[in-house]
């Protein structure tokens, strides 16, 4: 069976889960159950990243000890993913002893390698992002670029990664995989920052306790990106069970933000090689969900809690509008009112209005028994190019563009029935053909639309008459002009999605 394994940025627990935190965890879970759907075994990994100077600060001001904060947050994450049906495989906490004992591991190689260097660090640090500058970096008034606040200035004796040594493995290794990073706009940027020459970096603090001892010089902790990249190794048997390790790595998909670019597909990919391990075999990098213009973060106080959302809008309303409204790898901009817009439009009076008029017709006119579709129905084309975009769009990690394909056989199946009017036929053959096909195009979407709506589907799949899990049908064959058999029941039911 072929693997899937994908991956979320590990969250930091130095705040409570946002929409910007579920935006890329509901692309990843709907990438991931569409991989399912391709009968593969998938490992969608996501969890919590735990250590650092950040983290120490914030549970000091609440007054607590540092384990005691985080395992006060990361609950929160775990909770929140499970009530937007999130169907992550495994949740890695930075804290645990499988990372921490796969950290060491990793680090251990990189010293052994010989590119693990002590050395003597002078500079300006910003706590923040947690990484040094240079004066050139700086904006004026010494203050950090992304914070704009002022960056500390630290002397400190670090062990250095040296990064300056892999610009040319780095090099052609991207220019053997020119799909690694996705979308193509986001690698250039990548292999730009690896073309404009790379600098070696501090990977281990003696100034902070708060994270994971070296081996080898344990009044050092690592630095917290050394720590938080491995989280993708050390989930999945790195350091303790080498089969498992072997059966997932290379990872397929790291779904990352466009702000850490640098370290996914620079230091990452450098580190796994300094330690003799294969690169992720690809990125998929997603642009912000802003709001008025500005990155949703706890500093800019413009946080949503997508928990709140889901009380009006349900689980599945609130999943469809971060998938299908922002191209992935491009800036979203979040609106109260673009969501009930697509809410009402797309789900409300396609989607929901498609299955209540077949229900109800199927219910007069048929008997409320659902009828076989004919093989040379006009929506089968339809349905058949539908498939094949959606697939491929998914493949390209484009939730957007594969719902845009499955909305357009709802539409043209509306449009069918609006043309047919098998609401004013007599019962008989010619009703029984167009309610048919019509129940077929609801089926086919149902299983399209599944990784988005996995709820929602599953309500349509019984209401059809289908039994078993849409989630457990398998692509391409499910997806095949024909599969309804007829003679189910047909149930009407409570609107989907109710008008706002
Ligand atoms: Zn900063």
């Known amino acids: ?15 409570q889960p946002h929409l910007g935190h579920a935006y890329t965890t509901i692309i990843g879970d709907a990438v991931a159950r569409w991989h399912r759907l391709l009968g593969e075994d998938v490992h969608y990994l996501t969890g919590t990243d735990e250590h650092g100077l950040k983290i120490q600060q914030a ?53 052994d390698a010989g590119d693990l260097e002590l050395d003597v660090y002078a500079g300006k640090y910003c706590v923040a992002c947690e990484l040094y500058y240079t004066d050139d970096d700086l904006l004026p008034g010494a203050l950090c670029p992304i914070h704009q606040r002022p960056v500390e200035y630290v002397e400190e004796e670090n062990y250095f990664f040296r990064l300056s040594r892999f610009q040319d493995r780095l090099l052609d290794w991207y220019a053997a995989n020119p799909r690694a990073i996705l979308p193509e706009f986001r690698g250039n940027e990548a292999i730009g920052l690896i073309r404009s020459g790379l600098r070696d970096f501090s990977a281990s ?67 796994l090689m300094s330690a003799g391990i294969e690169p992720p075999r690809g990125f998929a990098v997603g642009g912000f969900l802003l709001m008025g213009g500005d990155k949703m973060s706890k500093t800019s106080g413009n946080v949503i809690d997508p928990l709140d959302l889901t009380l009006e809008f349900g689980v599945d309303g609130v999943r469809y509008y971060v998938l299908a409204d922002t191209a992935y790898g491009s800036d979203g901009d979040f609106t109260y009112e673009g969501l009930t817009s ?26 409320g028994v659902g009828p ?83 709820s929602t589907c599953q309500i349509i799949w019984q209401r059809i008459g289908l039994a078993g899990d849409v989630g457990g049908q398998r692509l391409p064959e499910a997806a095949a002009w024909g599969g309804y058999p007829g003679g189910l029941t047909v149930t009407k039911g409570d609107p989907l999605f109710p008008r706002k």
């Open 372 to 454: 076989a579709p004919r093989a040379d129905s006009p929506l089968a084309a339809t349905a058949t190019s539908a498939h094949e975009v959606a697939a491929a769009a998914w493949d390209d990690l484009q939730p957007s563009r594969a719902l845009e394909a499955t909305w357009s056989l709802i539409r043209a199946t509306n449009a069918y029935l609006e043309a047919n009017e098998p609401w004013k036929m007599e019962p008989g053959p010619a009703v029984d053909s167009v309610m048919g096909d019509a129940l077929e195009a609801l089926r086919i979407v149902t299983l399209l639309a599944s990784p988005a709506l996995p």
């Open 1 to 15: 069976m072929s693997h899937f394994y994908l991956t979320t940025p590990i969250y930091y627990v130095n705040a």
């Open 59 to 111: 549970a000091e001001a609440a007054g607590l000890a540092p384990q005691a904060f985080v395992d006060s947050i990361s609950p929160k994450f775990a909770d929140a993913w499970d009530r937007l049906d999130i169907s992550h495989d495994d949740f890695i906490r930075t804290t645990e002893l499988r990372h921490r004992t796969g950290v060491q591991q990793l680090l251990q190689a990189c010293y």
């Open 205 to 271: 603090r003696t100034s902070i306790s708060w994270g994971i001892p070296l081996p080898w010089d344990p009044k050092h902790v690592a630095y917290v990106w050394f720590d938080a990249l491995a989280n993708y190794i050390t989930a999945v048997g790195y350091g303790a069970d080498d089969d498992r390790f072997a059966n997932w790595w290379p990872v397929d998909r790291h779904l990352i933000g466009k702000d850490i670019i640098r370290q996914h597909c620079v230091y990452w990919p450098a580190m």
């Open 342 to 367: 697509r809410y009402n439009s797309d789900l409300a009076n396609n989607l929901g209005n498609l299955l209540s008029r077949v229900a109800t017709v199927v219910g007069k006119k048929c008997g």
